[in-house]
């Protein structure tokens, strides 16, 4: 498994499907009603507050270290499914899957059961930067992952669940889980204080 992203010469195809992909991700954040930037009117980089309403506003935030997590997982599934594929294609469908769990993350329909399910009551969605630095935190994980190769990637992903759950009491595990089969002696431990 080479860790080299390879782009045909003279081909753009996945840089504009990229980009392409960006937009289009935009537009569907927007017609949800999703807002550039926060409704503070700043735009930080990182935002380490967990439970303010700052929190999937700015740029990056803890949280966005679950989607570094995701692009580990993409890595894993789009090797196994599809090894043939040069890596500019496996990269370009896990920005996909990735910008659309965006839409569907900041869905009325998720953000309600958020808020109903999981510790995040005032979570009112992610805005469009976010969501965007939330895509670049998985082609991260994603190309780690292929550069670490499966045994240390799993490593990586254990380590980066546990330091999460230590520091935010939220993983991309616990949020899964907390979003298909809600627990509430976990909903209460993970209460901000």
Same mark, same amino acid.
């Given at each position: 498994?080479?860790?080299?992203?390879?782009?045909?010469?003279?081909?753009l195809w996945p840089l504009l499907a990229i980009v392409g992909l960006f937009g289009v991700?935009? %537009?569907l954040l927007r017609t949800e009603g999703r807002l550039w930037i926060c409704s503070c009117g700043k735009l930080l980089l990182w935002s380490g507050k967990?439970?303010?309403?700052d929190n999937s506003q700015h740029f990056f935030d803890p949280y966005s270290f679950t989607h570094?997590?995701?692009?580990v997982v993409f890595f894993w599934l789009i090797a196994w499914l599809l090894p043939r594929w040069k890596s500019s294609r496996q990269l370009t469908l896990a920005i996909a899957v990735e910008a659309l769990w965006e839409v569907f993350e900041n869905t009325n %329909?998720?953000?309600?059961?958020?808020?109903t399910e999981t510790a995040a009551l005032g979570y009112q969605g992610d805005s469009v930067v976010n969501s965007?630095?939330?895509i670049i935190c998985c082609v991260?994980?994603?190309m780690l992952a292929r550069q670490l190769g499966w045994r240390r990637s799993l490593a990586v992903f254990a380590v980066l669940e546990l330091v999460l759950i230590l520091w935010i009491r939220d993983s991309l595990l616990l949020e899964i889980l907390m979003l298909l089969f809600p627990i509430h002696a976990i909903r209460a431990w993970q209460m901000c204080m």
């Open positions: 498994m080479s860790a080299k992203f390879t782009f045909k010469k003279g081909s991700t935009a %537009f967990v439970c303010s309403s570094v997590l995701h692009g %329909f998720i953000i309600a059961r958020y808020r965007f630095g939330d991260g994980g994603f």
